[in-house]
T-cell receptor, first 110, second 113 residues
């Protein structure tokens, strides 16, 4: 089983739609959680951290369920510029390394 | 100017050749990382360094070596390249205070024939 698993995707949605991505992680000792965004042929960039109480940044909402070892990202009112691959990232281990999911591709259509 | 730079950006080489990928950063971060990205597999950690005298193996270090020449420079070597090392390679940095936010370089596309 992969340490971090994401929805396989790809997701193709119209502008203005709401889309949700899910992610599960296998290491119950994981301490920190993130969503990174990666544009085509570009480097990953931090989108947002995920806190236990849930957090929101504009149109983006991240949720964490430690009991189920589940993380989600909700994007409301999708824009064309949201088209990218979204990487679920978990901090695990004593060395606090980041483990990346394989990503979910989102295409927002006009 | 970019905070994390990688050279070369693209490289084609032949099996058995020695290749070095270089990474430089101007962020003043102590921690540096090398990842490779393959389709469907996400990013996998090759090596990481928490300071100039500290080098650690990551998930997939076999076939690779690294050198931390200075706080700002971290290079990755493939001593004898093989075709399954064809991938997109990223360098990343993080600060010791906010170690979990990593800043990535633009990547190096390597093709081993």
């Amino acid at each position: 089983r992969k340490e971090v698993e994401q929805d396989p995707g790809p997701f193709n949605v119209p502008e203005g739609a709401t889309v949700a991505f899910n992610c599960t992680y296998s290491n119950s000792a994981s301490q920190s959680f993130f969503w990174y965004r990666q544009d085509c042929r570009k480097e990953p960039k931090l989108l947002m951290s995920v806190y236990s109480s849930g957090n929101e940044d504009g149109r983006f909402t991240a949720q964490l369920n430690r009991a189920s070892q589940y993380i989600s990202l909700l994007i409301r009112d999708s824009k064309l510029s949201d088209s990218a691959t979204y990487l679920c990232v978990v901090n695990t281990g004593s060395a606090r390394q980041l483990t990346f999911g394989s990503g979910t591709q989102l295409t927002v259509l006009p | 100017d970019a905070d994390v730079t990688q050279t070369p950006r693209n490289r084609i080489t032949k099996t058995g050749k020695r290749i070095m990928l270089e990474c430089s950063q101007t962020k003043g971060h102590d921690r540096m990382y090398w990842y490779r990205q393959d389709p469907g597999l996400g990013l996998r950690l090759i090596y990481y360094s928490f300071d100039v005298k500290d080098i650690n193996k990551g998930e997939i270090s076999d076939g690779y070596s690294v050198s931390r020449q200075a706080q700002a420079k971290f290079s990755l070597s493939l001593e004898s390249a093989i075709p399954n090392q064809t991938a997109l390679y990223f360098c990343a940095t993080s600060g010791s205070r906010n170690q979990e936010t990593q800043y990535f370089g633009p990547g190096t596309r390597l093709l081993v024939l």
